[in-house]
């Protein structure tokens, strides 16, 4: 079984072209929803053994992903390593622990998202895990779009799609330039 492909997200109907407004703050021509990718059961549990099997030497004891984005992939890596699964989400801007979620003091910790960009929200899942005492031993993101080696280095960190898509700041946007209407994915419904 070969890693995820650009043409296997086309093909599932997850690659979008136009001008994007990414979470990160930068704007790009095409845009990656993995949720559709994810939308097939047989799809994320594929995606989530490939990641377990990369990072298995890493021990972890837990996953944790933030929401929503990370929730299904990381579940799977979760269920392929037979770990455990927690997930962070934002309250008023800030990533936290909710719902009850517990990490016991020293837990290896394994995050696991779906698109890495700029890599900001994977360090605060990394900082929320480690005042609760976890040690976050690895990251895995089933899309890496950083343009960076080693985004988390020195830690581990695994993808199974490396995108060489260009983002631009706003200011030096092309299709701002161009005078071509930004759309935030994942923010208006489908027609
Ligand atoms: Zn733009």
Same mark, same amino acid.
């Given at each position: 079984?070969?890693?995820?492909?650009?043409?296997?997200?086309?093909?599932?109907?997850?690659?979008?072209?136009?001008?994007?407004?990414?979470?990160?703050?930068?704007?790009?021509?095409?845009?990656?929803?993995?949720?559709?990718?994810?939308?097939?059961?047989?799809?994320?549990?594929?995606?989530?053994? $490939?990641?377990?099997?990369?990072?298995?030497?890493?021990?972890? $004891?837990?996953?944790?992903?933030?929401?929503?984005?990370?929730?299904?992939?990381?579940?799977?890596?979760?269920?392929?390593?037979?770990?455990?699964?927690?997930?962070?989400?934002?309250?008023?801007?800030?990533?936290?622990?909710?719902?009850?979620?517990?990490?016991?003091?020293?837990?290896?910790?394994?995050?696991?998202?779906?698109?890495?960009?700029?890599?900001?929200?994977?360090?605060?899942?990394?900082?929320?895990?480690?005042?609760?005492?976890?040690?976050?031993?690895?990251?895995?993101?089933?899309?890496?779009?950083?343009?960076?080696?080693?985004?988390?280095?020195?830690?581990?960190?695994?993808?199974?799609?490396?995108?060489?898509?260009?983002?631009?700041?706003?200011?030096?946007?092309?299709?701002?330039?161009?005078?071509?209407?930004?759309?935030?994915?994942?923010?208006?419904?489908?027609?």
């Amino acid at each position: 079984m070969h890693a995820i492909t650009l043409d296997d997200m086309a093909e599932a109907g997850a690659l979008l072209e136009g001008h994007f407004r990414l979470s990160s703050g930068l704007h790009s021509s095409r845009y990656l929803q993995c949720a559709v990718y994810l939308a097939e059961p047989a799809r994320a549990e594929v995606a989530g053994r $490939q990641l377990a099997a990369r990072l298995r030497t890493a021990g972890a $004891q837990l996953v944790v992903s933030p929401a929503l984005g990370g929730v299904i992939i990381g579940h799977e890596v979760a269920r392929a390593l037979a770990v455990p699964f927690a997930f962070t989400e934002r309250t008023e801007g800030v990533m936290a622990l909710r719902r009850g979620f517990r990490i016991e003091d020293g837990t290896r910790v394994l995050v696991v998202e779906d698109v890495v960009t700029t890599g900001g929200s994977t360090r605060e899942v990394m900082d929320v895990v480690q005042r609760h005492g976890g040690v976050v031993v690895g990251v895995a993101s089933m899309v890496d779009r950083s343009g960076t080696k080693h985004p988390f280095s020195p830690l581990p960190y695994t993808t199974l799609l490396t995108l060489e898509i260009p983002n631009f700041s706003p200011e030096s946007c092309p299709l701002c330039a161009a005078g071509v209407p930004i759309v935030k994915p994942g923010s208006r419904p489908r027609a």
